[in-house]
């Protein structure tokens, strides 16, 4: 079966937001939580927390960075209320891997930045995006004397 991992780190927070897509295990009866371990982020098998999670894959409109939508249910009010009062961007990493082998990481998409994080009572939507492509400078420098004096020897 297949877990979604997310870390989130933003440096106003004390320690990383750790979630899962998986209830592996329970973590403690009261309150009653239920986790996956492993050591993807961070490296001694701590817990991710169990959240409900849909998710909306990335759009690819013309000139605009390429978004995607996360819907937690069932997230604690504190962490919906902490991620909804940064005013710069929290750092969102994803891993895929495997519930029998959850120190495996299968697939990750690393740095994406939570650009909002909108909703209200048990649940909140995160939107993620990465920079866009096309915003990166190109061509670069021209290849003259005096920027690349190297290749001029």
């Known amino acids: 079966m297949e877990v979604v991992l997310w870390h989130i780190t ?5 320690a990383p937001i750790r979630l899962s897509t998986d209830p592996t295990e329970r973590l403690s009866v009261e309150p009653l939580r239920y986790g996956t371990r492993s050591a993807w982020k961070t490296g001694d098998g701590s817990p991710f927390l169990f959240v409900l999670a849909g998710a909306q894959v990335p759009d690819d409109k013309a000139d ?11 997230v ?4 919906a209320e902490l991620l909804r009062s940064f ?9 895929l891997v495997l519930a029998s082998t959850p ?6 998409a690393l740095g ?3 650009v909002s994080a909108e909703g ?7 939107s993620l995006s ?11 420098g021209r290849m003259t004397r005096s920027r690349f004096p190297g290749l001029w020897s």
Request: hydrophobic share 45%.
């Open 10 to 14: 933003h440096p106003n927070l004390n």
């Open 64 to 74: 605009t960075p390429a978004t995607a939508r996360l819907v937690l249910a069932n």
């Open 76 to 79: 604690d009010n504190k962490i």
């Open 87 to 95: 005013t710069t961007p929290a750092v969102v990493d994803m891993a």
């Open 103 to 108: 120190d495996l990481v299968e697939m990750e």
């Open 112 to 114: 994406m930045d939570l």
């Open 120 to 126: 209200s009572g048990d649940q909140v939507v995160l």
């Open 130 to 140: 990465r920079d866009l492509r096309i915003s990166e400078p190109w061509p670069t």
